[in-house]
């Protein structure tokens, strides 16, 4: 099992970029795809993003498609989420999880567990 902290969220302006990172400790992290998440106030817990362990494969909500970027560096064992052209509805808490069952492309929030506390973006005019 895999702990995980996010951070690099923060405010920014409509249009702007950040870049979101979760870190893993424990030696496994290279051996678990990797996903983002994100949930606002009163809402259930949307899939984002996810990686598989390698980083040879990802897959993304229709919602974010070509302006969200995820990669990892298993040597770091870090997960990144470039986040770009950001809009108002962007804003919420990013969470990263690592994915705890088998197959891939579901982005299913029970598919994934070891949830990290999340990190705030905010998206000003």
């Known amino acids: 099992q895999v702990q995980l902290v996010e951070s690099g969220g923060g405010l920014v302006q409509a249009g702007g970029s950040l870049r979101l990172s979760c870190a893993a400790s424990?030696?496994?992290?290279?051996?678990?795809?990797m996903g983002w998440f994100r949930q606002a106030p009163g809402k259930e817990r949307e899939f984002v993003a996810a990686?598989?362990?390698?980083?040879?494969?990802?897959y993304y909500a229709d919602s974010v498609k070509g302006r969200f970027t995820i990669s990892r560096d298993n040597a770091k064992s870090t997960v990144y989420l470039q986040l770009n052209s950001l809009k108002h509805e962007d804003k919420t808490v990013y969470y990263c999880?690592?994915?705890?069952?088998?197959?891939w492309g579901s982005g299913a929030v029970t598919d994934f567990g070891s949830w990290g506390q999340g990190t705030q973006v905010t998206v000003s005019s």
């Open positions: 424990g030696r496994t992290f290279s051996s678990y795809a």
């Open positions: 990686i598989s362990w390698s980083g040879g494969s990802t």
């Open positions: 999880a690592a994915q705890i069952t088998r197959g």
